[in-house]
């Protein structure tokens, strides 16, 4: 059995990030389950603890980095050394560059790409004085470019550079750091998308798993079994890498 850990999911009070607190729990570690609301967190926790693991909820803007470091202090104090890392926080504000405000842009770069900053930064120097540390960044397809996306098309482009340059500069002490980049995972924010754009989120789902060369579109637990497999033990000789989990090849 692998040595138990503890972890962080950032975003964890629903769709992708709750799914990976409870397989993070199921494989064996205790889970911090983060997001803004930290209410929001507790019914995750508690399925967790129903489970038979250990977590605890977390209120933290993980774009503010008073919040980030207090946060990670905690759970360091209830759980032990946070020394596996899932930043999957983020947000959406969508637009044709056109129409996109300053604030949308700022929205957008604020909580995926200084998140990831401000929890690796605060995390890692538990990872370093442990000589065990495991980094899973949340990218996208959409880093390959998406029509009305340039904010987080941008954003999840700059995790995939973040993430390669933590694997070479936290290598040596034991650390990896790699990235997944979802396809259309079925969660309550390609939900909002539909509604944004109008269509029914059936008609959505269908319309998107056509494309898909496995015909269906991606659940939660899909990324989570990914983010598993990047913070098992045996994996500590992939780092730097992005997969892309979106039922077929991406460029």
Not at 66 to 78: G, K, P, S, T, Y
Not at 221 to 230: G, K, L, Q, R, W
Request: proline share 3%.
């Amino acid at each position: 059995m692998s040595t138990q850990r503890v972890a962080i999911v950032t975003g964890a009070a629903r769709g992708i990030g709750k799914a990976t607190a409870l397989r993070l729990s199921a494989d064996g570690h205790k889970v911090a389950v983060l997001d803004l609301d930290e209410s929001a967190c507790a019914p995750v926790v508690e399925e967790i603890k129903a489970a038979g693991g250990e977590a605890i909820a977390v209120g933290c803007d993980v774009s503010n980095s008073e919040q980030v470091a207090a946060a990670v202090a905690r759970v360091n104090d209830e759980l032990g050394a946070p020394v596996i890392l899932v930043n999957n926080a983020g947000i959406i504000r969508d637009n044709l560059i056109f129409k996109m405000t300053e604030g949308d842009w700022d929205a957008v770069m604020n909580v995926h790409l200084k998140g990831a900053f401000n929890m690796t930064k605060a995390c890692q120097a538990f990872m370093t004085q442990e000589k065990f540390g495991r980094i899973v960044n949340l990218s996208s397809t959409s880093a390959l470019g998406n029509r009305g996306q340039a904010n987080y098309s941008t954003a999840k482009a700059g995790l995939q550079g973040f993430t390669k340059t933590m694997a070479i500069e936290l290598g040596k002490f034991g650390v990896t750091s790699n990235a997944i980049a979802p396809g259309f995972i079925q969660t309550e924010m390609t939900a909002a998308t539909a509604e944004r754009v109008g269509v029914p989120f059936d008609d959505f789902i269908k319309g998107a798993a056509a494309q898909i060369p496995v015909t269906r579109v991606g659940q939660p637990e899909d990324i989570a079994n990914t983010v598993s497999f990047y913070c098992d033990e045996r994996s500590g000789f992939v780092s730097g890498q992005v997969i892309y989990v979106a039922g077929g090849p991406k460029d």
